[in-house]
Nanobody, 114 residues
Framework: QVHLVESGGDVVQPGRSLRLSCAVSGINFSFCTMGWYREAPGKQREFVGTISGARTEYADSVKGRFTISSDSAKNTLYLQMNNLKPEDTAVYYC?????????WGQGTQVTVSS
């Protein structure tokens, strides 16, 4: 059974940093592509970035500010977010791009506000 559990969401001021975590079970993501997505109020869920082995890709809106990493020993994915902007406010989701069922986590809320 695959489970993805995000954590680390918070309310932060613009310009600050935050690190999200995604605890993964049921997938050996060392051999898989995993992604981070976000959904802002009133908007569609959008792509943030993916990690596949040592390779990462990012949406233009977060490139240079966000970094995806993984720790296979802890079965955890991370999303390091720097220089946060109000437009980064959203629920952030971890997404399995590996299994046929393409599981999602429950999401974690990030609010960027002064």
């Amino acid at each position: 059974q695959v489970h993805l559990v995000e954590s680390g969401g918070d309310v932060v001021q613009p310009g600050r940093s935050l690190r999200l975590s995604c605890a993964v079970s049921g997938i050996n993501f060392s051999f898989c592509t995993m992604g981070w997505y976000r959904e802002a109020p009133g908007k569609q869920r959008e792509f943030v970035g993916t990690i596949s082995g040592a390779r990462t890709e990012y949406a233009d809106s977060v490139k240079g500010r966000f970094t995806i990493s993984s720790d296979s020993a802890k079965n955890t994915l991370y999303l390091q977010m720097n220089n946060l902007k109000p437009e980064d406010t959203a629920v952030y989701y971890c997404h399995d791009l590996c299994t046929p069922k393409r599981f999602w986590g429950q999401g974690t809320q990030v609010t960027v506000s002064s």
